[in-house]
């Protein structure tokens, strides 16, 4: 184990002989680590939190701290993932000038990368579901943007706009058709915003980051347990947990894939994550919401595809990448989705109106 993983465990009261660590999982962000204490049969979560995306670490600290909570309270038998606290008592550890926090690892759980079996995405979509549902009565204004404007597709719009200003020529030409393809698509920009500020599109609270790598299944029911990543749990609409799941669980290939044939749309996960969204959310979707069950799909997927695209002009800065490229590949392979979701369009609009209707 590493000398600032033991400065870090020394704060929560573990001594360096007890404890063995190793990295785990494959998010884009954070750094991930398994730990084991000799003689304990619970193992811990413990994460640096990445601070070039989140200026304000106690931010995160603090909505998670709130809507704890807020569920312990209310709903106490709700599996909650909340932070430790260090023997100090605060929610994370600052060592090295990093913040880190640890959790409780959840026994006999597994999480996917990609999805198997449409059952995985009706669970997970009840699961996402579920956590904005029982959070209807909280007070949403009290959390703080953990990344300021983070799913707000005008602000992703001007970032890619001010990258492209910005960007080095021989990258510029060697997105040309990506480029063309963005500013194309700005329509869902002005949709997007005939609606924002319509009362019945209200804020509520979001995950954020809905990819079927942060939910936990049971390894041997495969049933849901809970939701993990908390990182951007803040106010947004309904539309960017919906639309992420769309964008992600809809292809049996994830963003990385650079053969685009291998993009294409799988009905019956679509049904199932609309069924499984409605089991809990269908009952307090305003009017309007259910009207943008099918554009939050359009709507994240087109935002993730500019997130790529402006990273990529920007030198690859942000999202990790194992090969010069591999932006410019991620934001085709987006637009590949996002043209095979257009192209399913009316068969997908009627499945959200018969699982509306039923
Ligand atoms: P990142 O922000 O980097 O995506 P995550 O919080 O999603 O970090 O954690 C990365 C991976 O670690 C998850 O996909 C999951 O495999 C595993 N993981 C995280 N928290 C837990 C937990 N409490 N119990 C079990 N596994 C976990
Ligand atoms: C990042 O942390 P991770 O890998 O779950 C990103 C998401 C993107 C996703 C694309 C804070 O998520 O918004 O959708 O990559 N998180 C942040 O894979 O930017
Ligand atoms: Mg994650």
Redesign the pocket.
Same mark, same amino acid.
């Given at each position: 184990m590493n000398s600032v993983t033991k400065k870090v465990l020394a704060e929560y009261g573990y001594s360096a002989d007890e404890i063995t660590s190793k990295k785990?999982? *494959?998010?884009?962000? /954070? &750094? *991930?680590y @398994?730990i084991s204490i000799a003689g304990e049969t619970d193992?811990l979560?413990l994460?640096s939190i /990445?601070q070039n995306v989140f200026r304000e670490p106690l931010i995160i600290a603090e909505n998670v701290r709130l809507v704890a909570k807020y569920l312990k309270d209310h709903y106490p038998s709700y599996l909650f993932?909340s932070c430790i606290p260090t023997i100090r008592g605060e929610e994370m550890a600052f060592v090295d000038e990093t913040y880190w926090r640890l *959790?409780?690892?959840?026994?006999n &759980?597994?999480?996917y990368?990609t999805l198997n079996d449409p059952r995985q995405a009706f669970e997970a979509a009840v699961q996402f579901g579920r956590l904005s549902k029982l959070l209807d009565g909280f007070e949403t204004s009290l959390l703080k943007p953990s990344i300021p404007g983070f799913h707000d597709l005008n602000l992703r719009y001007d970032q890619f706009k001010e990258a492209l200003q910005n960007a080095h020529a021989e990258l510029r030409s060697k997105a040309s058709v990506q480029i063309e393809q963005a500013l194309r698509h700005s329509f869902i920009v002005d949709y997007f915003n005939s609606y924002k500020d319509s009362p019945e599109f209200p804020d509520r609270v979001m995950h954020h980051?809905t990819k079927i &790598? /942060?939910m @936990?299944f049971d390894k041997d029911t495969n049933e849901g347990i809970?939701v993990?990543? @908390?990182?951007t749990l803040m106010a947004g609409k309904f539309i960017s947990d919906l639309g992420d799941m769309m964008r992600t669980y809809l292809c049996p290939f994830s963003e990385n894939e650079p053969d685009t044939d291998k993009i294409f749309i799988r009905q019956e996960y679509f049904e199932a994550i609309i069924k499984g969204y409605l089991k809990e959310m269908g009952s307090i979707l305003t009017p309007i919401e259910k009207d943008l069950i099918l554009f939050s799909g359009k709507y994240l997927i087109y935002m993730q595809a500019l997130r790529f695209l402006a990273d990529y002009l920007n030198g690859s800065v942000y999202y990790p990448v194992a090969y010069p490229e591999q932006n410019l590949d991620r934001t085709i392979n987006q637009f590949k989705l996002l043209s095979e979701f257009f192209n399913k369009e009316k068969v997908l609009q009627s499945i959200v109106d018969e699982c509306l209707s039923n």
């Open positions: 785990f999982g *494959t998010g884009h962000i /954070n &750094s *991930t @398994l193992r979560i994460q /990445n993932v *959790t409780k690892y959840i026994p &759980s597994i999480a990368e980051d &790598s /942060n @936990l809970c993990i990543d @908390l990182d």
